[in-house]
């Protein structure tokens, strides 16, 4: 399996690699600067990638951006001590990190983070290059639009659909609809702020 990128995430997928058994063959990075990372040599990506690769970039939008440009065969991360129900499906280049829970008839998309201790119930979507963050909990039938970010300790009770390309902040707790392209935050959660992703 080879990394493209050389940080901080890139740290965690390699530890969860590690305890998966699977061989990591190298780290890509953009940063001249960076030369090794958790004992790895990291070298600049020169298209000639031959095996399954991972983005370990936490920004869900220079993942996408980057996947659109290496494209090829992506693998999946899945930490030993996460819980992925059978009738799950989770998509290529996804990354499920330690003691994350996904459960019956999820689908998680491609390019995901499941982050630390994530809790995902039963027939919840979670679209391509989305970022449920550590100890977010999403109840059952929930919707995640692409490229949006569930903040850490968040709770989003059943049914709820949150759009594309927003940010949930950090603790908030979302009991109605959020659209696309927004900031929302707090106890009850609301649009704070629309944003510009272009």
Request: charge should be negative; hydrophobic fraction near 40%; aromatic fraction near 4%.
């Amino acid at each position: 399996m080879y990394l493209y990128g050389a940080s901080g995430h890139a740290k965690v997928i390699i530890e969860i690699l590690e305890a998966e058994g699977v061989a990591i063959d190298g780290l890509f990075d953009d940063n001249e600067s960076v030369e090794v990372l958790c004992g790895y040599n990291v070298s600049r990506y020169d298209g000639e990638c031959r095996g399954e690769k991972i983005v370990s970039i936490g920004s869900n939008g220079v993942r996408k951006k980057i996947v659109e440009r290496i494209g090829g065969d992506f693998g999946v991360a899945v930490h030993p001590s996460a819980i992925i129900s059978p009738r799950a499906t989770v998509g290529e280049g996804t990354v499920v990190m330690h003691g994350a829970i996904v459960q019956s008839d999820v689908r998680v998309g491609k390019h995901v983070i499941v982050n630390t201790g994530a809790t995902i119930d039963h027939e919840c979507i979670v679209e391509d290059y989305a970022h449920i963050s550590p100890n977010a909990t999403l109840c059952g039938n929930v919707v995640v639009g692409e490229g949006t970010q569930i903040g850490a300790g968040s709770v989003v009770v059943p049914g709820v659909r949150i759009g594309k390309w927003s940010l949930i902040c950090a603790g908030s707790v979302v009991t109605k609809d959020i659209p696309d392209n927004c900031i929302a935050s707090g106890n009850r959660c609301k649009v704070i702020k629309y944003i510009d992703n272009k």
